[in-house]
């Protein structure tokens, strides 16, 4: 019964494939995002979406590209991969709503390296 | 825009010591503050959150956090560290309109010493 749940957990390929990260909630939230933590901990956000609609679109190569079938799912594909893409990426999520912003729940995250 | 400083990057404590995480934040409103807590191979879980009222917030595993506004402070704090609490300790400030991704700090990573 995992809040948050991200597949796969380790992701190896090589340079110039394409990958997709999948990521499901079943907290009932309205909001999911995708954050990249880099080699040093530094934790960035890349994309967030509320009820299927795209809010955040960080400076992001557009090689990445979020897909939100439903509110309970967003995924992340990612094509011609690089070096630079190794990071772990995380996907969270929140409830908006008139009561302000509420804790953000997050995935154990994909470990992405690219060979 | 918003931004959030942990000035240390690695602390080590003794197992039984007290501990304080220190974490500044710059923000042109009230924020909302938080401290999530990232275990090795982890995701992030949230310690605790500070929205509005007493000042002094209390958390899980016995953590606590105090806002100070004339310092643009939300330090952490334990006044008694066990094994288990080595990790690494983010900082975070988000806003309840717009934007409301967290911005996060650098992280401090813990180390305990038996």
């Known amino acids: 019964d995992t809040a948050v749940s991200q597949t796969p957990k380790y992701l190896v390929t090589q340079m110039g494939n394409d990958k997709s990260i999948k990521c499901e909630q079943n907290?009932?939230?309205?909001?999911m995002y995708w954050y990249k933590q880099d080699s040093k901990k530094f934790l960035k956000i890349m994309f967030s979406?509320?009820?299927?609609?795209?809010?955040i679109n960080e400076t992001v190569p557009n090689r990445f590209s979020p897909k939100s079938p439903d509110k309970a799912h967003l995924n992340l594909h990612i094509n011609s991969l690089e070096l630079g893409d190794s990071a772990v990426y995380f996907c969270?999520?929140?409830?908006?709503?008139?009561?302000?912003?509420?804790?953000?729940?997050f995935g154990d995250g994909t470990r992405l390296s690219i060979l | 825009a918003q931004s959030v400083t942990q000035p240390d990057i690695h602390i080590t404590v003794s197992e039984g010591a007290s501990l304080e995480l220190r974490c500044n934040y710059s923000?042109?409103?009230?924020?909302?503050l938080f401290w999530y807590v990232q275990s090795p191979g982890q995701g992030l879980q949230l310690l605790l959150k500070?929205?509005?009222?007493?000042?002094l917030v209390q958390g899980i595993k016995g953590f606590e956090a105090e806002f100070k506004r004339s310092q643009s402070s939300f330090n952490l704090r334990k006044p008694s560290v066990h094994w288990s609490d080595a990790a690494e300790y983010f900082c975070?400030?988000?806003?309840?309109?717009?934007?409301?991704?967290?911005?996060f700090g650098s992280g401090t990573r813990l180390q305990v010493q038996p």
């Open positions: 969270a999520s929140s409830q908006g709503g008139s009561l302000g912003i509420q804790p953000q729940h």
């Open positions: 907290l009932g939230h309205d909001t």
């Open positions: 979406y509320n009820n299927k609609e795209l809010i």
């Open positions: 923000y042109g409103a009230t924020p909302y």
């Open positions: 500070y929205f509005s009222g007493d000042t």
């Open positions: 975070a400030v988000g806003k309840d309109t717009g934007r409301r991704a967290l911005t």
